[in-house]
């Protein structure tokens, strides 16, 4: 019975010591400022509250809008610091959003707000002239356009050349074309509407 005692005892201690040693680095995880997400892998979803910030305060991180996602599209932020914890988001290049609408039906808050899709803006897709396949001629695809849920008004092809996408501006963000183009280097990202380059975006 001592011995059992002296080794609860030891056990609880050594528990106690580790403890201590590690709670240093936890307490600088969960303290650490904010870290810049990748725009591109870090979409809100459709009917995002105003700004990002106005989002985080807004969203109170129940996850009903990941729970009624039909692609599971929807991630979670996790501890990359500040009130961002737990607020959802949408990473194209792994799973793009298909604008059904449901996470703005479910949404108990006015964290997302039921828009019309056209009215949507996650941000404006952008395509990479020199590592799209039909830009640099190397094979024909049209792949994005073919997946576009908006059709030619976001997404189509260039004037009399059937096979070179070009981004228009009533794109909305999704990032479908994202995640299916079968260019390793994903030349097509989403950016914030007033930081594309494409010159067919408006």
Not at 175 to 184: D, Y
């Amino acid at each position: 019975m001592i011995r059992r005692r002296s080794f609860v005892q030891q056990l609880t201690f050594a528990s106690g010591v580790a403890a201590a040693a590690v709670s240093p680095y936890v307490a600088m995880r969960m303290l650490a400022p904010d870290t810049p997400p990748n725009i591109g892998q870090h979409l809100r979803p459709p009917g995002a509250f105003g700004g990002d910030a106005a989002f985080v305060e807004a969203c109170i991180g129940c996850g009903l809008c990941g729970e009624v996602c039909p692609p599971r599209c929807i991630l979670f932020s996790k501890r990359e610091g500040g009130e961002a914890v737990n607020t959802p988001y949408i990473n194209p290049e792994i799973k793009a959003c298909t604008l059904c609408g449901l996470c703005m039906d479910v949404c108990p808050t006015d964290a997302l707000v039921k828009t019309p899709v056209n009215e949507i803006d996650m941000g404006i897709a952008q395509i990479n002239r020199a590592a799209c396949y039909p830009w640099v001629d190397k094979g024909v695809c049209g792949a994005c356009v073919a997946i576009c849920p908006l059709g030619a008004r976001a997404i189509d092809y260039e004037f009399a050349n059937m096979y070179r996408p070009v981004v228009m501006k009533d794109c909305v963000g999704c990032g479908l074309c994202v995640e299916i183009c079968p260019e390793p280097s994903l030349p097509i990202q989403i950016v914030q509407r007033n930081n594309s380059q494409n010159e067919k975006n408006v």
